[in-house]
């Protein structure tokens, strides 16, 4: 028993070595023998042979064992978790070889109650039949598995629960060993020295703080350049307001025909009364005065980045090559184009009209489709009410042939009824014959698998001694001496036969060289870069005066555009109507006054079918009233249109 038991405990304590995370399985069985040097070869093989199958199989004890420990271990300690690994390889792989009467041996020479425990679980059918069986077959192939080894366990379970109940009998028939009285420990005190008393420490000095510097006052104050900001804009408010003001005395002059000082105090506006004027705290006092002085700012210079300088310049200079151009083409004998752009410019203004005209078409027409849908609404309505009353009707018919269908469904569903009773009573004469030919299948399946489980067990047997030749092999290889280390001349060349091979220390000089041939390039290269530097800025210096000087022609030039516009506006005469406007117009009113007199007939003149819903007529009249809305929008765009040009007479 004990030799058993150190061969099951050595085989425990190197797995209790193994980490499956950082050792791999190969190495860790390579350098097991090393550690069992003290043992006998016999024991050595048996301890190595239990062990690499541990280590192959692991997923399968894992399953096995954890489940245990799960369901019926859960008061045994994690430290015998290897333990039951290596009983469940030895039942599971090794039962065959080793041979019942030895396994019992190796069983007996472990604690009983662990192993009772173990066994019964292990070895329940229910246990290796469902879960066992699923979890092992997600790991290799369902077939495998049934065949080499839930079915040798499956065999080998009575025997085995034998050996269970006899352990059990056994350990309950022995005696308790008897409890001798334990001495109880006497408690004595400590010899201890009496600590001296602590001295008093000195006092520490109390650090002086540094004198701190008084915030400057300009903190609290705001920088010069935002004063000088808010100055800049408080000027320019007080510019527009006064901008804004002539213009409005300019405007309102023909309707002040005299002063306000000159009305009475009843007409005067409240506001120019001193004592109720409003008083604004932030908002600037306009004071009217016979003269003005205005403060103008320094013109401050914008700064433009280059990329705008060049775009603004290269704009700049296609207009100077346009116009040289032009002025070559009109020297060669070209012809002005000012008949053409005037030309153009009444071609546009007509065109102008035609839209405008066309837009007040689209509007008209509109609302003459409006009319027209309120027209076609209100038959709408006559005509749904004759389909509602022949839906009525179809309806009745459909409810009829409704409960006709339900008879008739009710009568087939009593013979479905009587029919099924009947079918009932010859399923038991069917189940008697399903029975026998299930015991008939069961009987060949079981013949079938005992001659499969001999196959499978003689193909074990031949793939493990193949597996043991080729482990002595690889054994026997890994034990030859491997030189290590190769000595390396920085100076020698490699010899491998490619073109321009050179040594190490060839290569470091030539690298160097090559290192300051890139420094004198980048010196070079940094010069260059500041010489083009200084010819762009210059060039950006001429550009930007260029630019100066076009603003100037081109804001001239504005300006006498502007004046020109100014004079054509002031020419201009009021907007003609359009012949299809004005036929859209009478269409439309006389598609209303045909609305208005349907909707004003009395109740009893027109028959109950055409008589329109009031929901159609709070919508005619909101419609109504949106196109006279639009019709008054209309007119006083029309007149606000001609005002400027009915001043522009006026003043001419």
Known sequence: M????KCIAAVIEQLDKFDPEKDSPEQFLAAAPTALQDLSAQKRSFILEVLSGCLEYRKLLTVVVDAFYVRDGRFYLWADYNLFQVICYLATFQLEELGFQLFCNIIKSQPVSKMCKFLRFFFNPLNLCSWIKDE???????????????????????????????????????????????????????????????????????PAMAKTNQVPQSTYQEPKERQLLQMVKRYNRRKAEERLLRANMKELRCAMPRPLKELPAQVRPRFQDPETQPRFPSAPRIRRTPQLTLYRPENTPVKLNTATILR????????????????????????????FLKWQKKMQAKDQEEQRAAGECRRLQGKLSHEEAILARQNLIQENKQKASQKKEEMAELMLQCARRRLQEDRSMKELVEQVIEAQKNVRVAQMKLLKSRRQIVQEVIEESRELLQRTAEEAREEQ???????????????????????VDLTQIPGYGLEGEMSVVELRERLALLKDTQRRQEEEKRDQIIESKRAKSQELQNTVEQISLCRAAMGRTAALRWEERKAQASAAGPPRQDERVLELQRRVEERAAERRRLTAQPPGSAPRAARPHPRAQREAKHWDEELRSREHRLRARLQSAALPAARGLGAA
């Open 2 to 5: 004990t030799y058993y038991g």
């Open 136 to 206: 092992w077959s997600l790991v290799y192939e369902t077939a495998h598995v049934k065949e080499n080894w839930i079915d040798p366990l499956m065999r080998w379970q009575p025997e085995v629960q034998e050996l269970v109940n006899q352990l059990e009998g056994e350990s309950a028939t022995t005696l308790p060993p008897s409890k001798t009285k334990i001495k109880v420990t006497i408690p004595k005190e400590f010899n201890l020295t009496v600590p001296k008393p602590r001295a008093i420490p000195m006092p520490e000095l109390i």
């Open 312 to 339: 603004e310049g290269a704009l700049y200079q296609r207009r100077v090559e346009q116009e040289l151009q032009r002025i070559d083409k009109l020297i060669d004998g070209c012809g002005d184009f000012s008949e």
């Open 465 to 487: 001694r193949q597996r043991c030749e080729l482990i002595y092999q690889l054994r026997a290889l890994e034990t030859q001496p491997v030189r290590k280390g190769k000595l």
